[in-house]
């Protein structure tokens, strides 16, 4: 196979751009001599992870729509425009100087703009889709993909005009530092997680029901957040565990019974990757409410409990968990319910979708 210059475009969040370097570092096991390329936006999370990755990368000055009506929104999205011109410019010259034969976008607005000067390019390009609900990149582009990759099953019904491929979504792998925690192993053992940040709403939350003793015989496991975590740590018992991050979350799937959690695409992929029942509550200002969308797809197959947060109070929170935790009739059905979702091998799948392609040009 010839040589390939290959760019890969999507991030600003952890779950845009995870699953992008999944499939990277995939293909670059099955390729050689092509150069890879990437195309990000200098606020995301990119900004601090892409220098790890050996690649040559361009990160343009552009951030995402404010979605809320205030004055500053308003002013923050007239300065979009700008960003936008600027950020054409700098890919267009970026596209003519590396010659790019083939683009890969994971969506989010740090895509945009590469996806756009490919179709006036005329690069082809494949997308992966991680959320239920398709976002506005996948929308906008979708129709003129080589292939829409999706995450979840039930977000083909929003692509129509596009050629889909339900893969699921890459689970990126890292090196991860060994941990232990010694918990009681009579009782459950329940993970809290608010997000890569910690999650202020689900950290109040979990304090109270805490503090009013709802949460007695379970242990619990609770990621506060790094922001978070000086505020929290005097919870620290034996049988609850609060830290600030974690870097080997395979260690905590494996030892947990339910998770308690915001439905991110990637956070709900790694539920159904570990097939542990949970109970997820979206984020509530997340774009187009994706969250609803994504907890929607297990809370359908009986896997999972779906509380949205205007619903949400520590009597509720506490008696579903108790219920969960200490009913083995209502645990076993949902463990079983959710081993019984198809998950395919999504990174084979992708890679090898992509790797036909290329054979073929």
Known sequence: MDKRNIIFCGGGTGGHYYPLMAIKNELEKKMEN????????????ESKKIISENMKSLLIPIKGFNRSFSLYAIARNCLLFFELFFGLVKVSFFFMKNKPSLVIATGGYASFIPLQIAKIFNVPYFLHEQNSFPGLVTRIFGSKARKVFLGFDNAKKYLKNSDILFTGNPIYNHSQKDMSLSLDQTKRTVLILGGSQGSVFLNNIISECIDNKMLNNINIIWIAGLKHYD?????????????????????????????????????????LEFKKPSILIPFRFAAENHQVFNAKYLEEKFAALLIEEKDLTISLLSKKINEICKNDRVYSS????????????SIKIISNSIMEHLHAI
């Open 34 to 45: 092509n150069n890879l390329y990437y195309i990000g936006s200098k606020y995301g999370i």
């Open 334 to 345: 949902m463990k079983q319910n959710i081993e019984k979702i198809n998950n395919p091998d």
């Open 231 to 271: 505020k929290y740590k005097h919870y620290n018992t034996e049988s609850i565990k609060v830290l600030s991050f974690v870097d080997n979350m395979p260690y905590l799937y494996d030892i947990c019974d339910l998770i308690v959690s915001r439905s991110g695409a990637m956070t709900v992929s790694e539920i």
